[in-house]
């Protein structure tokens, strides 16, 4: 066990750093050995880590001192920030600073920051309101900002850029909801553009293949999804997957940034960037990348296998 490779993995009971941690499991070479950082190691998502033979320490975003002392004597550490939890692209650019401070004072060997492209290179006109003072997307353009943090502090550094977990189907209330006419839809502003999304778990299957491959990926940028879906597709295979008619509700952003919901500007600007930028933000994600990095690597069809029953569907009538 000493002379394993330990992986620190940040954000170890959420989606990403899940499925990292599955994979270092699973990898039968054992040249990884798991260590799950969490705020609450005593909580149940923690002590049920812990049952797996995983080494849980606690740690908190916003104290380096503690991710420092989490990220001691680790080769690697997956890094990333939440912006859900806060809604704050500052505070998400301040924990990202200390994650980089921690594995620079750690001396890690090789750090994967989970990140995403910043939408303002792209968007330099008024096409979408300016959100949180300084921000278009807010939760895309701090992690960019992010990545300077990584270099600046010499952690040798790769950048995994993802994309739009099929998850939020799930979690996060864009699935399909039903009409006035009683028919089911999913609503994006995307025109006819295709959108990168994945499987959530994917991500961390992917960043481990990164720390597998070692010092060959250091300094490069990698960008990932699973499938390049647009909404008629993702109605399409929806209504496959339900058994039950699901249509496409195409919307201009400004229509969906007035949904009043939380977060609906954002996402609104979110959706545009990507509708508008279909050629660059598709262009940087080759499949084909992502595959030999995870063979494992999910389509939507084949997410939607095993998940479209967790998909909530409303009632009729």
């Known amino acids: ?121 792209f968007v330099t006109d008024d096409r979408m309101p300016t959100l949180q003072q300084k921000y278009k997307v807010p939760h895309f353009d701090a992690k960019e900002v992010a990545e300077g943090f990584f270099r600046d502090a010499g952690v040798p550094t790769t950048v995994l850029r993802t994309a739009f977990y099929w998850e939020n189907l799930i979690y996060f209330g864009l699935g399909p909801q039903r009409g006035e006419d009683g028919v089911l839809a999913v609503t994006f502003p995307l025109g006819s553009a295709r959108m990168p999304s994945m499987a959530a778990g994917d991500i961390g299957k992917i960043a481990y293949g990164i720390f597998k491959r ?53 996402l609104g600007n979110m959706f545009q960037f990507k509708r508008d930028f279909e050629a660059e933000y598709v262009g940087a994600r080759d499949l084909d990348v992502a595959r030999e990095l995870n063979p494992e690597l999910q389509d939507f069809d084949t997410w939607l296998g095993t998940n479209g029953a967790r998909i909530p569907i409303p009632e009729k009538g």
Not at 24 to 33: M, R, V
Not at 216 to 228: D, F, P, R, Y
Not at 230 to 256: C, H, I, Q
């Open 214 to 266: 070692g010092v060959e990926l250091i300094g490069q940028t990698i960008s990932v999804a699973g499938e390049h879906v647009s909404g008629a597709d993702f109605a399409a295979k929806l209504t496959e997957a339900v058994g039950e008619e699901v249509r496409y509700n195409d919307v201009e952003p400004d229509v969906y940034r007035s949904f009043g919901f939380p977060a609906a500007e954002e």
């Open 1 to 121: 066990m000493s002379d394993r490779k330990v992986i620190a993995v940040v954000g170890a009971t959420g989606a990403q750093g899940g499925g990292l941690l599955r994979a270092i499991l699973d990898d039968s070479s054992g040249e990884f050995a798991p260590r799950a950082i969490t705020r609450d190691p005593e909580g149940e998502k923690g002590r049920a880590l812990a049952e797996q033979g995983i080494e849980v320490v606690q740690a908190d975003l916003d104290d380096e001192a503690s991710l420092a002392r989490a990220f001691a004597g680790a080769h690697g550490a997956f890094c990333l920030t939440n912006f859900w939890e806060h809604f704050s692209a500052d505070r998400e650019i301040e924990q990202a600073q200390n994650q980089a401070s921690a594995a620079r004072t750690a001396e890690v060997h090789h750090a994967v920051w989970s990140s995403l492209e910043d939408t303002r290179r």
